[in-house]
T-cell receptor, first 115, second 111 residues
Framework: AQSVTQLGSHVSVSEGALVLLRCNYS??????LFWYVQYPNQGLQLLLKYTSAATLVKGINGFEAEFKKSETSFHLTKPSAHMSDAAEYFCAVSDRVGNNRKLIWGLGTSLAVNP | NAGVTQTPKFQVLKTGQSMTLQCAQD?????MSWYRQDPGMGLRLIHYSVGAGITDQGEVPNGYNVSRSTTEDFPLRLLSAAPSQTSVYFC??????????FGPGTRLTVL
């Protein structure tokens, strides 16, 4: 069965510092992997996705993530945090088989950015 | 494109009442789903659909019904509301192989 673990339910960084949000997955088949962001009182927005092309995936707002099969990880990074990055971030995994596009979600990581 | 729209944005129900949460998308996506989001529990899948006329249960389907008569619409029905159904509900849609697009959510309170 697939699963997603996001290490750290709360992460706090200073403005301008590196952002690193961790995501580990388990999947019996090559996965699709996603990062989403949720701003307060809003729906989720896709940041980036991995679908077996390049292992380093670039997304919106300066975020990127690297798929590491050997480590079953898909950590999200941004070189320099901005105050506007404060939000909840979710990692998700989906299998590729058939029409079933169910996503398995991590519990989320709340990112705080301090001035 | 309007994307994924949800109505209403807010709703207060009394225990035992029924209601329908509306979801529509204008992107011709075959896959649609309903989630509930509760503090500390992430997103939990209620029901999903891989195309018009096809629906299936997610991990927390009890107390909810869905139907998919058209590609665009995927309403969620609460049959007899309970306080445990107080939550934020999100509808999402996607094309095969792509990430899901989410609606803005419906905040439901059941008294």
């Amino acid at each position: 069965a697939q699963s997603v673990t996001q290490l750290g339910s709360h992460v706090s960084v200073s403005e301008g510092a590196l952002v690193l949000l961790r995501c580990n997955y388990s999947s019996s088949v090559p996965p699709y992997l996603f990062w989403y962001v949720q701003y307060p009182n809003q729906g989720l927005q896709l940041l980036l996705k991995y679908t077996s092309a390049a292992t380093l995936v670039k997304g919106i707002n300066g975020f990127e993530a690297e798929f590491k099969k050997s480590e079953t990880s898909f950590h999200l990074t941004k070189p320099s945090a901005h105050m506007s990055d404060a939000a909840e971030y979710f990692c998700a995994v989906s299998d590729r088989v058939g029409n079933n596009r169910k996503l398995i979600w991590g519990l989320g990581t709340s990112l705080a950015v301090n001035p | 494109n309007a994307g994924v729209t949800q109505t209403p944005k807010f709703q207060v129900l009394k225990t035992g009442q029924s209601m329908t949460l509306q979801c529509a998308q204008d992107m011709n996506h075959e896959y649609m789903s309903w989630y509930r989001q509760d503090p500390g529990m992430g997103l939990r899948l209620i029901h999903y659909s891989v195309g018009a006329g096809i629906t299936d249960q997610g991990e927390v389907p009890n107390g909810y019904n869905v139907s998919r008569s058209t590609t665009e619409d995927f309403p969620l029905r609460l049959l007899s509301a309970a306080p445990s159904q107080t939550s934020v509900y999100f509808c999402a849609s996607s094309r095969t192989g792509e990430g899901q697009f989410f609606g803005p959510g419906t905040r439901l309170t059941v008294l």
